[in-house]
């Protein structure tokens, strides 16, 4: 039986209760103040009715108070859905209706007039944390729900993974293990604590015993670099392809100023443009550099350190204790697979959710006997290293011919001057499809579609090299940094 995460935080609320567990800018909190405030919450929570199962939805942000609300439900027992701290009352109260939920934790009263549940002001969490306390403590069960983790909806509509509190800390392990954490390991995250990724680097860190740095996003490069100076010996990050890619935009090689202190830095979310795998490995030779794959479904599967495996294109590494992926045909079955005989990815093991919130039919197509069925398409080779080129169903097909558009816009990345892309589908009277490639431009470089192709021409098939290249002032992400393919259909 697994402990859970708010039991691995007691555990070290005894053990080590001076050790700092959580850092905002300004403010350190030890473990034991931690798990002082988490049992405070959690009795103002029951005071105010909430009982074992029941579902809180709560507006996240990157503070000690997200930190407090999330360990103080899961400790009472309910089980929490966090949304981006700036969506709207209707949003709320839409996701509040669709898990039914009991309570909605938020700064903004006036939801509870689109759904009936006990409102709590958010902006009084510490307050309420600090006047009640625990008469006893009751940890919740590793079978118990946890988490409702909404999708981002990139692949479709937007869906609540409910994750059990086994699947958070088998989750934890998986990356404890993958990124080798220790327990001096201090952790920068500054991606919104209601997204798969970064909730998932707060409770590892939590499990693992070890400091999170919680930062309000990539907007402020500079608090950035403060929290890299940060007094400790050795520092790492939790940073998404996009927040790399500003770093790089913004200044430049200044992340290689830092070549000693940072002992990993480790991306999700999505691949990490080749081009940008290698200034990384240029920049921090001496440091771990972690692309890892997981999803909503089935969390941090596999990981590949691209600085000690290099120029393994499309590798995401492989799969972790607490995961196993197999390669299936579109029925399902298993397949041996090869880089000429590509399947799907399939994931077996307990970081896998429990389903999806009130949706059957949509649990049955993507979960079945434990297993959870992706659309990414790939392949397993003789070493055991799992490789992705694409999504099913972002397969282009030109006059026959299957191209994956990651593989064109990884390309694209390393010509001189893109500084982002994306190639979408157009249609065509011939093939059905062509290929049409946006470009972002370093605004000291001019756009020249001739020399694009060109460089794209010799590194290509011939069918792969989009017939329109056109620049454009941003390219379309999702608030966590995707490609938002969605947005080009």
């Not at 307050?127 to 988490?147: C, G, N, Q, T, V």
């Not at 999505?270 to 940008?276: A, G, V």
Request: with cysteine.
């Amino acid at each position: 039986m697994r402990k859970t995460i708010i039991e691995h935080v007691h555990d070290h609320a005894v053990s080590t209760p001076e050790k700092v567990a959580v850092v905002v800018p300004g403010k350190e909190t030890t473990y034991k103040e931690l798990f002082h405030l988490a049992c405070g919450y959690a009795a103002y929570l029951k005071k105010e009715g909430l009982k074992k199962g029941d579902v809180v939805v709560a507006k996240s942000s990157q503070t000690l108070e997200y930190v407090v609300i999330y360990l103080g439900v899961h400790l009472a027992g309910g089980v929490i859905t966090s949304l981006e701290k700036s969506v709207s009352a209707d949003i709320v109260a839409s996701v509040a209706r669709t898990v039914c939920a009991k309570f909605i934790i938020s700064d903004e009263g006036s939801v509870t007039e689109q759904y009936l549940a006990v409102f709590i002001d958010s902006t009084k969490v510490l307050e309420h944390a600090m006047m009640y306390s625990l008469d006893e403590i009751k940890f919740p069960s590793e079978d118990d729900s946890a988490d409702i983790l909404f999708t981002t909806g990139t692949t479709g509509a937007s869906k609540g993974v409910e994750l059990t509190h086994k699947a958070l800390v088998a989750t934890a392990e998986n990356l404890i293990y993958g990124c080798e954490y220790k327990k001096d390991t201090v952790l920068i995250v500054p991606g919104p604590l209601n997204h798969a990724n970064p909730i998932r680097k707060l409770f590892t860190t939590l499990v693992n015993g070890s400091t999170i740095y919680i930062l309000n996003g990539m907007s402020n490069v500079k608090a950035f670099f403060t929290a890299l100076d940060y007094p400790c010996e050795k520092i790492s990050c939790c940073l998404p392809p996009a927040a790399v890619r500003t770093i790089f935009q913004l200044t430049k090689d200044k992340l290689g100023d830092y070549a000693d202190k940072i002992d990993f830095i480790e991306s999700a979310t999505s691949p990490l443009p080749e081009p940008d795998k290698i200034k990384l490995c240029q920049l921090l030779p001496k440091t771990r550099l972690y692309n890892n794959y997981g999803s909503s479904e089935s969390a941090s599967v596999c990981m590949y350190d691209y600085n000690a495996h290099p120029g393994l294109v499309g590798c995401i590494g492989k799969a972790m204790p607490n995961s196993k992926i197999i390669i299936v045909d579109d029925d399902k079955n298993v397949i041996n697979s090869s880089k000429n005989h590509m399947g799907l990815l399939a994931c077996i093991g307990d970081v896998n959710m429990k389903c999806y919130i009130n949706e059957p039919e949509l649990t049955r197509e993507v979960l079945q006997n434990g297993i959870v069925y992706t659309n990414d398409i790939g392949y397993i080779d003789s070493e055991g290293f799992v490789y992705i080129s694409g999504r099913k169903g972002d397969v282009i097909n030109v006059g026959g011919l299957k191209v994956a558009p990651t593989e064109i816009e990884a390309v694209a990345l390393a010509c001189e001057g893109v500084e982002d892309c994306i190639c979408i589908p157009v249609e065509h009277p011939v093939t059905g499809q062509a290929l049409k490639l946006l470009v972002v431009m370093d605004s000291q470089i001019p756009f020249d579609p001739r020399n694009i192709a060109r460089f794209l021409e010799n590194r290509l098939e011939h069918f792969k090299v989009p017939q329109q290249i056109e620049q454009v002032d941003k390219i379309a992400r999702t608030y966590n940094g995707k490609l938002d393919r969605k947005a080009y259909l």
